[in-house]
């Protein structure tokens, strides 16, 4: 760890590091981290489990491939190897990973839990279940998918079968013959009914709001690739009837199928809420099939199945939560405003990557790897202007000095169970 001086007081370990900390090694926090090298700012990674990318390799079904066109998923300044595909695999991208944390010498500090983050005496203080980090800089990068979201469905802990959500889905290889119910019908749930149905299981998808279905690709061209295009001249409206109109034509109307529409279009309503468009990759051909059967809401969960809104009761051997993920950024970053109660920047993209005495966010901006590839390179520049030759100033010492005095206080004072103030009153 090139970057730090480790210090270590009698009662507490801190490590000051004289870059910017960055919490969390997914490709957000890679992509900075190398923006911030090629600028010769150093830095380092916390991260809590033990690869970088770990959404990617822990918590992803098999086949999954990235859902846009490797252009609009490359990291700065190292793009793909040109043999890989137009979509490549999660095993390629990973290795692509892979590869540029090796180009820029990246090595994360792994095992590092963020439990909290707090800025102090002008500093910011981060503390992992090892010790505490602290420097001038917090880069948050824990993404916006660092938790999965489990949701409260009566009945469900009376299933007798196995309940896993997405993350721990690999492959619908264990689930041959199997009838399982898969809830949510975004891009996950679509993508693990198509692999539940090519592995001969029968997979029924709830679909409890409207959704919207594009194809993955227009006449061989990327449907976003289009929309991008279209919307350097066109206004947004006219794109999404646009979308709206190619989606009809080439998939039928999906409202037939019980995929009803949203009244907004794709790309408004991704903008207003976050909500991205399910691209298709075949499950529609499965529905349409009958391979794959829509279900209207569940009701609750019974011991053997499920009751839906419509009245209809089955039996399910297993179920599947493609319900999505949530931000924590809320549980470890205090005494900050910066983001939501969700997790999220207050200020929407392009102003989301800045926050105060700072405080710089990457890969919040709701608009996947292009997103982070265009957060990164403005902190790295910020950063870099205010870059004062590597070295923590003597001020900035005594400062932390003085951080770790009132931290020690204030232990002391838990101890005494009096008031801090108390306790420099008296020494
Ligand atoms: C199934 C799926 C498919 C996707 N496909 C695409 C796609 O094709 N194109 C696209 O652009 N986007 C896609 N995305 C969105 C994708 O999540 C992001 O583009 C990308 O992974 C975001 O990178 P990130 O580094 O911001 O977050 P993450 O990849 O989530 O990385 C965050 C890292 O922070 C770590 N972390 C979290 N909390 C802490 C803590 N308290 N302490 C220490 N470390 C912590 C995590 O362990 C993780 O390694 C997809 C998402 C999913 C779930």
């Known amino acids: 760890m090139d970057s730090c001086k480790e210090e270590e007081s009698n009662r507490q370990k801190c490590v000051f590091v004289e870059g910017p900390i960055i919490v969390g090694a997914g490709p957000s926090g890679l992509a900075v981290s190398a923006c911030l090298k090629e600028s010769g700012v150093p830095s380092l990674i916390l991260e809590r489990s033990d690869c970088i990318a770990s959404l990617w390799q822990q918590k992803t079904y098999d086949r999954l491939k990235l859902h846009l ?17 137009k979509y490549p695999s999660k095993h390629q991208f990973i290795s692509y990973l892979e590869g540029y944390a090796r180009h820029f010498g990246i090595e994360p500090k792994f095992h590092q839990v963020v439990q909290k983050a707090e800025f102090e005496f002008g500093f910011w203080r981060v503390k992992t279940q090892e010790c505490d980090y602290v420097s001038r800089w917090l880069i948050v990068a824990t993404g916006e998918n660092a938790e999965p979201v489990i949701p409260e469905i ?58 919207h279905v594009l194809p993955r690709e227009m006449f061989g061209v990327s449907t976003f690739g289009v929309a991008m295009s279209l919307l350097k001249w066109l206004p947004l409206g006219v794109v999404d009837k646009f979308l709206l109109l190619m989606a009809n034509f080439t998939l039928g109307n999906t409202d037939r199928l019980g995929l009803r529409r949203p009244k907004t279009g794709p790309i408004e309503l991704k903008n207003a809420t976050g909500k991205t468009p399910v691209l298709d990759v075949g499950a529609l051909s499965q529905i349409k099939s009958g391979k794959i059967k829509v279900m209207e809401g569940v009701r609750e969960i019974t011991n053997n199945g499920a009751r839906f809104l419509d009245g209809q ?19 470890w970053l205090k005494g900050s405003d910066f983001f939501t109660e969700e997790g999220m920047p207050r200020t929407p ?27 990164s390179a403005k902190i790295a520049s910020d950063i870099a202007d205010q870059w004062i030759g590597g070295q923590i100033t003597t001020a900035g010492v ?30």
């Open 154 to 211: 009566p009945g469900i802990e009376r299933f007798h079968g196995p309940v896993v959500h997405t993350s721990g889905y690999r492959s619908g290889s264990g689930f041959k013959n199997q009838r399982v119910l898969v809830v949510g019908c975004g891009n996950s749930g679509m993508e693990v009914s198509l692999d539940l149905s090519r592995h001969n299981a029968s997979p029924h998808m709830v679909v409890r709001n409207s959704v």
């Open 69 to 85: 066109p490797k252009q609009f998923c490359e990291l700065p300044l190292f793009g793909y190897p040109e043999n890989f595909p």
């Open 313 to 331: 009761e089955k039996e399910f051997d297993s179920i599947v939560l493609a319900t999505g993920y949530k931000s924590n950024v809320p549980s």
């Open 349 to 375: 993209f392009p102003n989301n990557w800045k926050g105060e005495n700072g405080l710089y966010t990457v890969g919040f901006t709701r608009r996947g790897l292009l997103g982070t590839a265009t957060d």
């Open 398 to 427: 005594q400062s932390i000095a003085m951080a770790g005095e009132i931290e020690r206080a204030k232990k002391e004072q838990r101890k005494e169970k009096g008031d801090i103030w108390g306790y420099f009153r008296r020494t």
